[in-house]
């Protein structure tokens, strides 16, 4: 087990809905990164937060944003849904400081659009 | 960013050795390389990670030649629970640019009885 955990493990949501997902690092870590797995295809960087601000993004639109909290747990949220917005979503944790920071994943919430 | 590249599938037996091969030519010389394995439904599992020559843990060895140009998974005496995809990594983790880690397709091991 990695320590980190994402709620709630399944979701079905409409086009058009507002969703929240919650991630919660592994104890010490102050880093949380975020990433959408379809079907068959590798995990893709989304964003990045570190000490509460974002740190790096990926190839995806401002609907999707983030927050992260002084105790290193974060959300994810994506408006207005699209049915292509349904995949596996990932947070992986991580402490950046050492030579090597390795990203530890939560087991994932998958998100149904209908 | 340097991209992997991985064989799509491997196929072994139980009790076998299991050896993935990675390429990257354009790895940079801040990058590590770092192995992942995922279960269906299931987050990426930390494997190994690695800069140079030859790193070796309690459930895997990883190989890297001096142009480190690609890598080299490799799974001792496999077992039906090893059959999973197998993704490389090339990265910077904290460079702070997009694309934070970048995920191919992976490979996908299937270990039969």
């Known amino acids: 087990e990695t320590g980190v955990t994402q709620s709630p493990t399944h979701l079905i949501k409409t086009r058009g809905q507002q969703v929240t997902l919650r991630c919660s690092s592994q104890?010490?870590?102050?880093?949380v990164s975020w990433y959408q797995q379809a079907l068959g295809q590798g995990p893709q960087f989304i964003f990045q937060?570190?000490?509460?601000?974002?740190?790096g993004r990926g190839n995806f639109p401002p609907r999707f944003s983030g927050l992260q909290f002084p105790n290193y747990s974060s959300e994810l949220n994506v408006n207005a849904l699209e049915l292509d917005d349904s995949a596996l979503y990932l947070c992986?944790?991580?402490?950046?400081?050492?030579?090597?920071?390795?990203?530890?994943f939560g087991p994932g919430t998958r998100l149904l659009v209908l | 960013l340097a991209k992997t590249t991985q064989p799509i599938s491997m196929d072994s037996y139980e009790g076998q050795e299991v050896n993935i091969t990675c390429s990257h030519n354009n790895i940079a010389t801040n990058d590590y390389i770092t192995w992942y394995q995922q279960f269906p439904s299931q987050g990426p599992r930390f494997i190994i990670q690695?800069?140079?020559t030859k790193v070796t843990n309690e459930v895997a060895s990883l190989f890297i030649p001096a142009d480190r140009k690609s890598s080299t998974l490799s799974l001792p005496r496999v077992s039906l629970s090893d059959t999973a995809v197998y993704y490389c990594?090339?990265?910077?983790?904290?460079?702070?640019?997009?694309?934070?880690?970048?995920f191919g397709k992976g490979t996908k091991l299937s270990v039969k009885p």
């Open positions: 104890s010490g870590h102050n880093t």
């Open positions: 992986a944790s991580s402490l950046v400081g050492g030579a090597r920071e390795t990203q530890y």
């Open positions: 937060y570190y000490r509460e601000e974002e740190n």
């Open positions: 990594l090339v990265g910077d983790m904290y460079s702070g640019s997009q694309g934070n880690l970048i």
């Open positions: 690695g800069y140079k």
